[in-house]
């Protein structure tokens, strides 16, 4: 056979030999069975994977649940100590119980109560000094028999104010010797093989949020205070002032209550991206009312064009409801959502304009969902009282 032959039959795979007629076309009809069988074998494998993820956050839910029944009035009793303590809340643990430490240090701080955190191998190694007298102390262990906190309980207790802790039982070396033991029970783990921290520490943590959030209230922490610790981001935004985020008046449409609506339109006008509402003022800089693009629509859907020429007043909404540049931006963005409105002026103690809160720079920022826009009317603000202009 010449080579040329040789080579004209490689490229011609799929032609059956002698005797082997159908073979190759009964292969590929198998192809798209043997698919189909592996695409229903992942979805039964993903099906499996997904119900194992829930039955974890199921069995861990039904440990708070059950942990919640178990308390007693001893976290009531470590939560006022807490708030009565005149130094900081020292927390120590080793483990996870000790990374779950960490994490209420960072919740005591940041809701009125400082913290810090002790490790038990530093503390033995010189770090006891952190301790003083007026500080309390927190000890975490499941079990209340790690070696390293229990060794250190005692010492700890003795230099500061008191010690609580938090175990799953009463009976245990650390317990025992606390000032305020906080028991929240023995939990089976959501780990397959029952062993990993998993339970356990969802509730260890749960219920040092829960004594962390009471000793806060027993502070009277408040929501100004909340915001002076969280100046940086999401939350920050959400908890700065007015005057972080308003519109400066050299941005906005302003003008007097006695000019034309059309004249109003015409010499209103800014540069840039400009708001939906023009704030009407008298003679003397008071702000009395708002006219919006929207109240515009309406006299033009209604063909009223001869009011076009009549007072921005007659058609205005009276007596808006307004901010002070100091009110906080979450109650701003409740008002706005409250009142159903899209504008919302900044006023002085004289009530005269100094900006504007535009609920499409909130959605920019990412505080308010679209969604919020297009549920309500995007109309005239509300009219509270009448006044009188001047």
Known sequence: MSAAHRYDQSRQPSQALPGQAGTFSSRAETFPSQAGSQRTGSSDLLGQQLESIRNTVRQEAAALTSAAEILDESVVQAARLT????????????????LVGQKLVATLASTGTPAHFLHPTEAIHGDFGRVQQRDLIWAFSNSGRSSEVVQIASQL???GSGLVTFTADASSPLAEVADCSIVFGKHAEACPR???PTSSTTV?????DAVAM?????RQFTANDFARFHPGGALGKK???VQQLMRPLSTCRMTHHSVTIRDCMALS???????GAIMIVNDAGVLTGVFTDSDLARLLESRAESALDRPVSEQMAIDPHCVDPATLLSDAISLLSQLRISELPVVDDYRRPLGMLDITDLIAIGEVEPQQLWDHDRATIPIRDSVTLS
């Open 194 to 196: 029952g062993l990993a």
């Open 269 to 275: 006008s800014v540069t840039g991206r400009r708001s």
């Open 83 to 98: 708030a009565r303590c005149q130094g900081s809340v020292i927390v120590t643990g080793v483990g996870k119980a000790g």
């Open 239 to 241: 908890f700065c002032d």
């Open 204 to 208: 260890m943590m749960a219920v040092g």
């Open 214 to 218: 009471l000793a806060s209230e027993l």
């Open 157 to 159: 207790r003795q230099q």
